[in-house]
């Protein structure tokens, strides 16, 4: 039977906790306590069994802690972790026992956000063998991702956002056949998004806003099938794809601000049954006719999409005024803005009002 733990506690009241004492750094922050509940009537009783961390992967904590403070003073954590959601630095370790039939507690997930890193990523981090789970959000991590990060078998979650890390994305993150969650959001990449990436067939989030990616979307994402996709704020090139609507059928989430592509918009990805966030802006290409949108995009306006500086031109379809949960519907960057409401029935915006 597999056991999970999680370590973001302040320091424990005395007497309430019995941990282990390890040495100082990361290693400090993977402390692994078992905390065992027992009820009984209306008492409370708590006891708790400290399991050791593998060997290897003790050693594995004191080589990242060396790579992202580069090698300066030792991340100390302890008190400091927090399980506060609001709280500016989040530090979370979590550790598993009863994987590999032995008595020790493997890491399997390790969040390490706004903590001012300042080095590379590093490549000791396969050593933590059973990692699921991969976060260093907004940190000052440069350079790029090491190739030895390909053979994490199990790693599902990555989010390296907001970083500075630089140069082509690599194509062996294709290897990495269990992600269902990525996101490169707000780094330096450039160069183009490699076909590799649709061999991530588990894939449900692909986030790789604000870099400065080029080329066209590959044909071969078509053979992913995202619930949230977002690529705004880069150099894109070429229109935006049919098969985003022809194979991404349970898309939630398109987001696709200044993101270089062209329209028009297809209409399939308006049909898609499962969208309901829309944000696509400052696009080229031909003018998009609105009576042309399929009758089932008023659905879409319940959630406020985001439709701005994209050539659109016609009459707003008349059956979005029967949506009882329509409030407001903001015209911006036209040849006029305007904010219209409910109780204003203009329809025709092909002239300014």
């Known amino acids: 039977m597999k056991s999970t733990y999680s370590i973001f506690f302040p320091t424990p009241a005395p007497n309430m906790f019995t941990t282990l004492q390890p040495p100082h750094g990361l290693l400090q922050f993977c402390r692994v306590m078992v905390v065992v509940i027992t009820l009984f009537s209306s008492a409370t009783f708590s006891s708790a069994i400290p399991y050791q961390l593998h060997p290897d992967e003790v050693t594995a904590l004191k080589q990242i802690d060396k790579r992202l403070t580069q090698g300066g003073q030792p991340f100390e954590l302890g008190g400091a972790c927090s399980q506060d959601s609001e709280a500016n630095s989040t530090s979370v370790c979590n550790c598993t026992l009863n994987l590999n039939n032995d008595s020790y507690c493997h890491?399997?997930?390790l969040s390490l956000k706004t903590l001012n890193?300042?080095?590379?990523?590093?490549s000791e981090m396969v050593?933590?063998?059973?990692?699921k789970y991969l976060d260093l959000t907004r940190n000052y991590i440069s350079g790029n991702i090491p190739k030895e990060w390909a053979s994490m078998k199990h790693l599902t979650n990555l989010s390296l956002t907001s970083n500075r890390l630089s140069g082509?994305?690599?194509?062996?993150?294709?290897?990495?056949?269990?992600?269902?969650y990525l996101s490169l959001e707000a780094n330096q990449f450039s160069g183009t998004i490699p076909s590799q990436l649709g061999d991530l067939v588990n894939l449900k989030d692909l986030i790789l806003s604000s870099n400065q990616l080029e080329g066209t979307l590959p044909k071969?994402?078509?053979?992913?099938?995202?619930?949230?996709?977002?690529?705004?704020?880069n150099n894109l090139s070429g229109?935006?794809?049919?098969?985003?609507?022809?194979?991404?059928?349970?898309l939630d989430r398109l987001e696709l601000y200044a993101s270089g592509l062209q329209g028009p918009i297809?209409?399939?990805i308006l049909s898609l049954e499962k969208l309901t966030d829309l944000r696509i802006t400052d696009m080229s290409g031909p003018e998009f006719n609105l009576t042309n949108i399929p009758p089932k995009v008023k659905r879409l306006f319940v959630n406020c999409p985001v439709l701005r500086n994209i050539n659109l031109t016609g009459v707003i379809p008349t059956?979005?005024?029967?949506?009882?949960?329509?409030?407001?519907?903001?015209?911006?960057?036209?040849?006029?803005?305007y904010t219209l409401y409910p109780n204003q029935m203009l329809l025709d915006y092909s002239q300014p009002p």
């Open 266 to 268: 297809p209409n399939a």
């Open 220 to 233: 071969t994402l078509a053979k992913l099938n995202l619930t949230n996709f977002r690529a705004s704020d």
């Open 239 to 250: 229109r935006i794809p049919d098969f985003i609507g022809k194979y991404w059928s349970y």
């Open 107 to 109: 890491i399997t997930s």
């Open 319 to 337: 059956d979005v005024w029967t949506m009882a949960s329509l409030t407001t519907l903001k015209f911006d960057r036209a040849p006029y803005d």
């Open 168 to 180: 082509n994305i690599p194509g062996y993150l294709g290897s990495f056949r269990s992600l269902t």
């Open 117 to 122: 890193f300042q080095g590379k990523l590093p």
């Open 127 to 131: 050593n933590l063998t059973y990692l």
